[in-house]
T-cell receptor, first 109, second 116 residues
């Protein structure tokens, strides 16, 4: 069973707009991570937020975590065509990291 | 550094055949993982290893076996391939356990396996 579930499943925006993706999970976690996957490639780590953190920034990325609602969001500001990819949240606890089904983002130039 | 490499990149098997997928990492990571990715689903953990000589079952271990004889290598074996094992297989490694704040996983490029 999947731990994290992303919403929406797919998102299409214009270059320059912001993109927001959400992740919900079911059990307690140590940390939550976001990964990007370009078509036909492996996943690339974007950012990690610990369970005692509420917000984290990295370049054009902003991640929030609400442990009371068991949810996280990833905001990509000023999107670019190169941001077109699938984005996955991954929840970590114990020895396992569990990935959601992903959000497919398409940024139109 | 090559990071995480996987061989082969593509493979077609007939039902009942066996094969081994090789994963190698040059980052001296303790933890290694095998995942499968199917359309519309996230990655599902098949097996993982917390160090040389250790292996453990993940979410979907049936039909697969693994070995970690050397720290840098993690092998995934299919003893008798079935069409349900058609998937893209990813190997990953991390320096620390998922419980830590340093458990960023580094992924290989994947192996696309088709079982006819």
């Amino acid at each position: 069973s999947q731990q994290g579930e992303e919403d929406p499943q797919a998102l299409s925006i214009q270059e320059g707009e912001n993109a927001t993706m959400n992740c919900s999970y079911k059990t307690s976690i140590n940390n939550l991570q976001w990964y990007r996957q370009n078509s036909g490639r492996g996943l690339v780590h974007l950012i990690l937020i610990r369970s005692n953190e509420r917000e984290k920034h990295s370049g054009r990325l902003r991640v929030t975590l609400d442990t009371s609602k068991k949810s996280s969001s990833l905001l990509i500001t000023a999107s670019r065509a190169a941001d077109t990819a699938s984005y996955f949240c991954a929840t970590a606890g114990g020895f396992k990291t569990i990935f959601g089904a992903g959000t497919r983002l398409f940024v139109k130039a | 550094n090559a990071g995480v490499t996987q061989t082969p990149k593509f493979r077609v098997l007939k039902t009942g055949q066996s094969m081994t997928l090789l994963c190698a990492q040059d980052m001296n990571h303790e933890y290694m993982y095998w995942y499968r990715q199917d359309p519309g689903m996230g990655l599902r953990l098949i097996h993982y290893s917390v160090g040389e000589g250790t292996t453990a079952k993940g979410e979907v271990p049936d039909g697969y076996n693994v070995s970690r004889l050397k720290k840098q290598n993690f092998l995934l074996g299919l003893e008798s391939a079935a069409p349900s094992q058609t998937s893209v297989y990813f190997c990953a490694s991390s320096p620390d356990s998922p419980a830590s704040s340093y458990n960023e996983q580094f992924f290989g490029p994947g192996t696309r396996l088709t079982v006819l």
